[in-house]
T-cell receptor, first 118, second 112 residues
Framework: NAGVTQTPKFQVLKTGQSMTLQCAQDMNHEYMSWYRQDPGMGLRLIHYSVGAGITDQGEVPNGYNVSRSTTEDFPLRLLSAAPSQTSVYFC?????????????????FGSGTRLTVV | SQQGEEDPQALSIQEGENATMNCSYKTSINNLQWYRQNSGRGLVHLILIRSNEREKHSGRLRVTLDTSKKSSSLLITASRAADTASYFCATDARTSYGKLTFGQGTILTVHP
């Protein structure tokens, strides 16, 4: 089924460990983004990409790295996990804004990764 | 700080009633989008309204946009228990392609 696939769905890390959250989409979307969702905070943008090889920082980028070597994949790396990074992480993708002008496209979200750092 | 501010934070109504949620934002936008999130799930796109549009309908949903006031509203008519969810507005800023910024959301509870 077409969509955004996130793995893993659940993860527990110890403080200081590193890991990569995977995100893949098969809709040929130009835009991809990573968000974290904390209680009462809505969704906050971590990093985003408008195409392969192009990434930019969002609202809360510290402690996270991203790369976009292909259109399909946009992994999020936690460099040295901290308890403050305990959250639910969502990956999302969309056609570019220029294509949205012609259509009704919104972002497609993955089902999320629930990360706990102890 | 986040682009969108939503009001109310929580809304509780009876089945059959209408639900109205409001969103304010700060910068010029290409479009504004509304999403629904059921508990423990990912977000689902509901409707998109472009900056040159003032009103849009989709089924029981009606969205308005007032760019002079930098505000939008989402109306759900004839609410059902299945509409119980969190609703978020999100803005696609004119100066930042690919950067969709969310409000904090409205928690809607529809009682049978």
């Amino acid at each position: 089924n077409a969509g955004v696939t996130q793995t893993p769905k659940f993860q527990v890390l110890k403080t200081g460990q590193s890991m990569t959250l995977q995100c893949a989409q098969d809709m040929n979307h130009e835009y991809m983004s990573w968000y974290r969702q904390d209680p009462g905070m809505g969704l906050r943008l971590i990093h985003y990409s408008v195409g392969a090889g192009i990434t930019d920082q969002g609202e809360v980028p510290n402690g996270y790295n991203v790369s976009r070597s292909t259109t399909e994949d946009f992994p999020l790396r936690l460099l040295s996990a901290a308890p403050s990074q305990t959250s639910v992480y969502f990956c999302a993708s969309s056609y570019s804004s220029l294509r949205v002008v012609q259509g009704e496209y919104g972002y497609t979200f993955g089902s999320g990764t629930r990360l706990t750092v102890v | 700080s986040q682009q969108g501010e939503e009001d109310p934070q929580a809304l509780s109504i009876q089945e059959g009633e209408n639900a109205t949620m409001n969103c304010s934002y700060k910068t010029s936008i290409n479009n504004l989008q509304w999403y629904r999130q059921n508990s423990g799930r990912g977000l689902v796109h509901l409707i998109l309204i472009r900056s040159n549009e003032r009103e849009k309908h989709s089924g029981r949903l009606r969205v308005t946009l007032d760019t002079s006031k930098k505000s939008s509203s989402l109306l759900i008519t004839a609410s059902r228990a299945a509409d119980t969810a969190s609703y978020f507005c999100a803005t696609d800023a004119r100066t930042s392609y690919g950067k969709l910024t969310f409000g904090q959301g409205t928690i809607l509870t529809v009682h049978p």
